[in-house]
């Protein structure tokens, strides 16, 4: 079975900055995909950012980008340049294998900016 | 282009009863997974739908079940509700039961069961 972990509870950032959300998984799978959503307010899981495991490059989205280290099997965001609707829950989530179908998800990272 | 339709948005429920949650995939979508997230924690894997079957399945009790329409819309059933079903209940829907692309999520369902 696959794991996620988020190890960092809390973390928080002044806006403008740049600040990294750390997420590692365990997985016996070659072939799978990683993703980042945002969880806000209003409870709806918005997708920020995916990476499919066969990829060598990093994955990013304007100010999103990831660093994935497949050997050490981590998966960090890094948000740059930290607005005020950045801040959210943010879950790492691993999707692949005979699990293809469904999403296992970490326990989150609350993100706070600070103005 | 609507997104994934949930309803209702809250639902407060007694222990013992039963509740069923609807689900409308975004447009283009074919394919329904529920979720059950716990105040603080990620979102768990309830069941996925596809072609109106149910597809894979994640650790919960045949208390809960669920149904596809043709029209691609779902719901979640629960049957003797416990105080512990008590959650925000998320519908993803995506284009195919592989997520490559990625889920599409909804605002969920708040249910309190007391």
């Known amino acids: 079975a696959q794991t996620v972990t988020q190890s960092q509870p809390e973390m928080s950032v002044q806006e403008a900055e740049t600040v990294t959300l750390s997420c590692t998984y365990d997985?016996?799978?070659?072939?799978?995909?990683l993703f980042w959503y945002k969880q806000p307010p209003s409870r709806q899981m918005i997708l920020v950012i995916r990476?499919?495991?066969?990829?060598?490059q990093n994955a990013t989205e304007n100010r999103f980008s990831v660093n994935f280290q497949k050997a050490a099997k981590s998966f960090s965001l890094k948000i740059s340049d930290s607005q005020l609707g950045d801040a959210a829950m943010y879950f790492c989530a691993f999707a692949g294998g005979t699990s293809y179908g469904k999403l296992t998800f970490g326990q989150g990272t609350i993100l706070t900016v600070h103005p | 282009d609507a997104g994934v339709t949930q309803s209702p948005t809250h639902l407060i429920k007694t222990r013992g009863q039963q509740v069923t949650l609807r689900c409308s995939p975004k447009?283009?979508?074919?394919?329904v997974s529920w979720y059950q997230q716990a105040l603080g924690q990620g979102p768990q894997f309830i069941f996925q739908?596809?072609?109106?079957?149910e597809r894979q399945r994640g650790n919960f009790p045949d208390r809960f079940s669920g149904h596809q329409f043709p029209n691609y819309s779902s719901e979640l059933n629960v049957n003797a509700l416990l105080l512990g079903d008590s959650a925000l209940y998320l519908c993803a829907s995506s284009w195919g039961p592989g997520t490559g692309r990625g889920y599409t999520f909804g605002s969920g369902t708040r249910l309190t069961v007391v």
């Open positions: 739908y596809y072609e109106e079957e």
């Open positions: 997985t016996s799978e070659s072939d799978y995909y």
């Open positions: 990476q499919e495991a066969y990829k060598q």
């Open positions: 447009s283009g979508h074919d394919t």
